[in-house]
């Protein structure tokens, strides 16, 4: 999945119309992308008030700075960076209070006298979800965007200003340390 | 590998990576486990309500809207923009 999201017409109109002073074009837009942003902001703050509270932010600030969008790239793209930015401004003063993935994730090996069973979906589900948690900030992001979102390299990397090759290098640490701490939940290597 | 895993290989780059995977006893196992770890990362795409767990709530449009109008403020470029970290 490398390849950019098609343009959308609907946004296209929508985003004129808000540039314009419509605010119903915008509410629009924010129907379209309020909850996609928020699954986004969700993984890169600490509870889910705040995720809200980003979201909401993420929006004024984009009706408020809407007449500065280009429209050189797609409207969800630039809507995404602020939404990022939002939330890397609340989170950068904090220490982040998840502790490493090792701490978190790895079970002492003479605790289980079997072999480690195979977890039902939830509990692969909450393993991914505690290991990109506990991940460093500078890597949680491309690993959301492009991993669980499923955006492009290319409208990854643009919503973090980002290199590519810069954007891959971080993105392919961040898949291995994710892999390590879940290694045991994961479905078995059929080549094995 | 990235570049692998993209599927922004050239077709001869693609076939030489393949072979090089079905040789190498570290390449293939890495390979077949992060495309694994793909698979499960975007299962959960639609499930970001709550990372704890917990019950997914609903919309946050209906929050998001009366913020809006609760605060159109005046319209002026977006300030302040920290980019996120290197």
New interface residues.
């Given amino acids: 999945?490398?390849e950019q999201s098609p343009p959308s017409a609907q946004d296209g109109e929508l985003v004129a119309r808000a540039k314009a002073?419509d605010?119903l074009a915008?509410?629009e837009l924010?129907?379209m992308y309020?909850?996609r942003l928020?699954?986004?902001v969700?993984?890169l703050v600490d509870n889910?008030d705040e995720a809200?509270e980003v979201?909401?932010?993420a929006?004024?600030?984009?009706?408020?700075?809407?007449?500065?969008f280009k429209g050189d790239s797609q409207f969800f793209t630039w809507l995404y960076?602020?939404g990022?930015?939002e939330a890397?401004?609340r989170t950068?003063h904090r220490r982040s209070p998840v502790a490493s993935l090792e701490e978190q994730l790895v079970e002492p090996a003479d605790t289980r006298p079997e072999p480690p069973r195979r977890l039902e979906?939830?509990d692969?589900?909450?393993a991914?979800?505690?290991a990109?948690?506990g991940l460093k900030?500078?890597q949680r992001?491309p690993?959301v965007l492009r991993?669980?979102?499923?955006l492009s390299?290319a409208e990854a990397a643009a919503i973090?200003?980002?290199g590519e090759a810069?954007f891959?290098?971080r993105?392919?640490r961040a898949?291995?340390a994710?892999?390590d701490a879940?290694?045991d939940y994961?479905?078995e290597?059929?080549?094995? | 590998?990235?570049?692998a895993?993209?599927?922004?290989l050239t077709p001869r780059q693609r076939a030489r990576f393949a072979q090089h995977v079905d040789d190498c006893p570290e390449c293939?196992?890495m390979l077949?486990?992060?495309i694994?770890?793909?698979v499960?990362?975007?299962?959960?795409?639609?499930?970001?309500?709550?990372?704890?767990?917990g019950t997914p709530?609903g919309?946050?449009?209906p929050?998001?809207?009366e913020?809006?109008?609760a605060?159109?403020?005046?319209?002026?470029?977006?300030?302040?923009?920290?980019?996120?970290?290197?």
């Fill in positions: 999945m490398s002073g605010l915008f509410e924010v129907r309020a909850d928020h699954a986004v969700r993984r889910q809200e979201t909401q932010e929006f004024l600030r984009a009706w408020r700075g809407i007449a500065t960076r602020i990022v930015n890397h401004r950068s979906q939830d692969l589900r909450r991914l979800e505690r990109v948690q900030p500078d992001a690993l991993d669980i979102e499923g390299t973090l200003d980002m810069a891959k290098s993105l392919h898949r291995l994710v892999r879940v290694r994961l479905p290597d059929p080549e094995r | 590998m990235p570049d895993l993209d599927g922004s293939g196992p077949r486990s992060l694994r770890l793909r499960a990362l975007r299962s959960i795409a639609t499930d970001a309500s709550d990372p704890d767990g709530d919309s946050v449009v929050a998001v809207l913020h809006l109008r605060h159109p403020g005046e319209r002026r470029p977006t300030a302040g923009r920290a980019p996120w970290p290197r």
